[in-house]
C-alpha cells in the first residue's frame, strides 16, 4: 500500500500532469529503491551548502514544471567541480520557464541500464528492462514482463538482452551486482502494482550498474490523463 507521503506527493504534481524529478526520486527512495544523494536548491546558497556537505563533483538539474525534456533544453550538467562552475549553472536556470529550483546531487556511475512501466491497455502494468542512457533508442534492446516480477523473471530479462554479456563482465570487467539489480526491479515492480491506476509510464533512465550497487541516475512519473509533454 502507498505511503501517506508517497499519494501526498502524487496528489501535488496533479496540476502539472507529471512528477518532478526530485519528488520521483523521494517516491523511489521510500520505495527500497537506490536513488544519489540529492537536494533542490532553490537558492545558490542552497545549492553550496551541499556540495559543503557531500563534496564535488556534483551534476545540476533545472527543476520545472513546464521542462519535462531537460537533456533537450540544456537542463543538465554533470561533472562540476567548483563553486563558479555550479553557481554559473545556477544562474542560467534560474533564467529558464517555469524554474522552481535546482536538482544538486552526487555523481555516479556505471553500466547504463533502463528501467520502465506503462500501463498496457490489454495486460495491464508491464515493465521494460535493457540498455540506457542516451542511446536506448538506437540499441532499443529491451525485455518485457507482466508485473509483478519475481527473481527468475528478472534473470530471464537480462539473459534476453542482447547486452547481457556487459552484466555478466565483458573482457575481463567486473559483473554488475547482480543482487542489486534484481532488488531494484523486483521493488520498481512492486511499487508500479501499487500505483499502476494512478499512471501512465515510469521511466528510469539511466539506471547505474556496477559491482556495488544499482543507482537510479534519472527518473520520471507520467500521471494518468497527462496530455502531450
Not at 10 to 36: C, F, H, M, Q, Y
Not at 47 to 57: K, M, N, Q, S, Y
Not at 60 to 80: E, L, Q, T
Request: net charge negative; hydrophobic share 40%.
Amino acid at each position: 500500500m502507498l505511503s501517506n507521503e508517497i499519494r501526498e506527493i502524487l496528489e501535488a504534481s496533479k496540476s502539472s500532469g507529471w512528477v518532478l524529478e526530485p519528488d520521483t526520486k523521494n517516491i523511489l527512495r521510500l520505495s527500497g529503491i537506490d536513488v544519489p544523494r540529492f537536494a533542490l536548491a532553490a537558492s545558490p546558497e542552497e545549492a553550496t551548502g551541499f556540495v559543503r556537505e557531500h563534496g564535488f563533483p556534483v551534476a545540476a538539474k533545472v527543476v520545472s514544471p513546464d521542462i519535462m525534456h531537460k537533456s533537450d533544453a540544456g537542463g543538465v550538467v554533470i561533472g562540476i567541480a567548483d563553486d563558479d562552475s555550479l553557481l554559473t549553472t545556477f544562474e542560467r536556470f534560474r533564467k529558464m520557464k517555469g524554474f522552481t529550483g535546482m536538482l544538486v546531487e552526487e555523481m555516479v556511475s556505471g553500466l547504463e541500464m533502463m528501467a520502465g512501466a506503462k500501463v498496457d491497455s490489454q495486460f495491464g502494468p508491464v515493465i521494460l528492462f535493457g540498455r540506457g542512457g542516451t542511446d536506448v533508442e538506437i540499441y532499443k534492446d529491451t525485455a518485457i514482463r507482466m508485473v509483478p516480477l519475481q527473481k527468475n523473471d528478472v534473470t530471464s530479462m537480462v539473459k534476453c538482452l542482447k547486452a547481457h554479456p556487459l552484466l555478466d563482465g565483458y573482457r575481463g570487467a567486473r559483473p554488475v551486482n547482480r543482487e542489486a539489480l534484481t532488488r531494484t526491479l523486483i521493488a520498481f515492480s512492486e511499487l508500479v502494482m501499487e500505483m499502476h491506476e494512478l499512471i501512465e509510464s515510469i521511466d528510469l533512465n539511466p539506471l547505474f550498474c556496477s559491482p556495488e550497487r544499482c543507482i537510479v541516475g534519472d527518473a520520471r512519473i507520467v500521471l494518468k490523463g497527462k496530455k502531450g509533454e
